[in-house]
């Protein structure tokens, strides 16, 4: 999957125009990061991912694209079809925003597993508004050096660009539908 992923970014980079240093530069990651991932030799993590699409003003969803699926207006999800992404091994995100479409939000399910987390450290990405809403389990938003503990039914809305981590200290998985804006 990585090597579609690296395609993909490629192709996006250069349908923009972009230089590898210009996409680094606007994304906020090294250049020699960039070549790496391009040239399939590490795997971008969930955050690099997600400021790449910011930056290339595109969903997330888009880097999995199936360029031969026939365009339609109607776009029609299953959770058990989406790529799953893996973020240090104790998270799991499933992009559910359009392929195509490049609509004003996108929409993620992110399974936090036990003692897991999004990010080794807090991260900012993008501009808007993300709302998460807690489908299932309890999960602790890190966010500009407070700590807010959800749980099951309970939602937030917070800036993404500032810097924010989501972590599981509980014995269950957690599942939290993310939609941020862009």
Not at 22 to 41: C, D, H, P, T, V
Not at 71 to 81: G, M
Not at 143 to 163: A, G, I, M, N, R
Request: proline fraction near 7%; glycine fraction near 6%.
């Amino acid at each position: 999957m990585s090597n579609i992923v690296a395609q993909r970014i490629q192709a996006y980079r250069q349908e923009k125009g972009l230089s590898l240093r210009g996409l680094a530069e606007r994304a906020k990651i090294s250049a020699a990061g960039l070549s790496q991932i391009e040239n399939g030799q590490t795997s971008p993590s969930v955050a690099t991912l997600e400021k790449l699409a910011d930056a290339l003003d595109i969903p997330v969803a888009a880097f999995f694209a199936d360029a031969a699926e026939p365009l339609s207006e109607i776009e029609v999800l299953s959770l058990d079809k989406q790529p799953l992404l893996h973020a240090l091994r104790s998270a799991e995100l499933l992009p559910l925003g359009s392929r195509r479409f490049a609509p004003a939000f996108e929409p993620m399910l992110i399974r936090l597993l036990p003692n897991g987390r999004m990010a080794k450290q807090p991260f900012g990405v993008g501009n808007g508004v993300e709302f998460v809403w807690i489908r299932s389990g309890r999960a602790v938003l890190e966010y500009c050096d407070e700590e807010f503990t959800l749980q099951e039914t309970q939602s937030v809305y917070y800036l993404p660009h500032h810097p924010h981590n989501w972590k599981n200290p509980y014995d269950a998985i957690c599942e939290l539908l993310v939609i941020r804006s862009r």
